[in-house]
């Protein structure tokens, strides 16, 4: 089993992917959900670091590579940390890590980010969960523009979901092409979809013939134009 199958199962085991009958903050009636607000121990940080760090190691070089690794407060801070670590430990990758503070700090040493200090001409790889309208990205670059000209050569985020936004393309394809950022998912809805099918994660069957149907109708209602 690769790391987005064992991805997709440990996200099953830690109730972060569910199923069932949901409605999003848009308003769409959506079978399945995706809570990263259930990470909530040791293990899981460290286990989300490995994947996180497995999609990096694959795909970073095909993005022109990084200089840094940047997680958005609040969720993308312990990513950009348990990734930055994973990189190190399981590739003998040494990234310097950052992230910002909400408000600026005005003593000490000031500033909105914490850890290394970005300059012109980095490369800049982005760590978040799941990227619904690309608004925390957005902010990230117009934070940016204060902080150092650099270059934001690629987003890693856990769930692809594959649906569009208010136009015809997804927030991810709207950053890759308005903004040049290459986007690698660690997996998307339809790797969830061939993984999870009739296949039993802990005795149980989370994708049945009905529920597959169920998201193909999902996706052909509200997925995105590729």
Do not use: W
């Amino acid at each position: 089993m690769g790391y987005k199958e064992e991805f997709i199962e440990f996200m099953v085991g830690a109730g972060v992917l569910t199923f069932g009958d949901f409605t999003t903050k848009s308003g769409r009636k959506t079978p399945y959900f995706i809570n990263t607000g259930n990470y909530k121990t040791g293990a899981q940080a460290d286990a989300l670091g490995k994947y996180y760090a497995a999609a990096i190691h694959e795909h970073l070089g095909a993005a022109g590579g990084a200089d840094a690794l940047f997680g958005p407060a609040y969720k993308g801070i312990p990513l950009a940390v348990s990734a930055a670590g994973a990189l190190y430990r399981d590739y003998g990758e040494d990234y310097p890590y950052c992230f910002n503070r909400k408000e600026a700090k005005d003593h000490g040493e000031g500033g909105t980010m914490v850890g290394y200090k970005p300059k012109d001409g980095d490369r800049i790889a982005i760590i978040e969960d799941v990227v619904t309208a690309g608004t925390a990205v957005r902010e990230t670059i117009a934070l940016f523009q204060s902080v150092a000209q650099v270059q934001f050569t690629a987003l890693f985020v856990s769930v692809d979901r594959m649906e569009r936004g208010a136009g015809e393309k997804s927030a991810l394809q709207e950053l890759r092409d308005e903004r040049g950022i290459h986007v690698f998912p660690i997996v998307t809805v339809r790797d969830i979809i061939a993984h999870l099918h009739n296949r039993p994660v802990g005795g149980k069957v989370y994708i049945d013939d009905k529920m597959k149907d169920a998201m193909e109708a999902y996706l052909a209602q509200y997925g995105a134009k590729q």
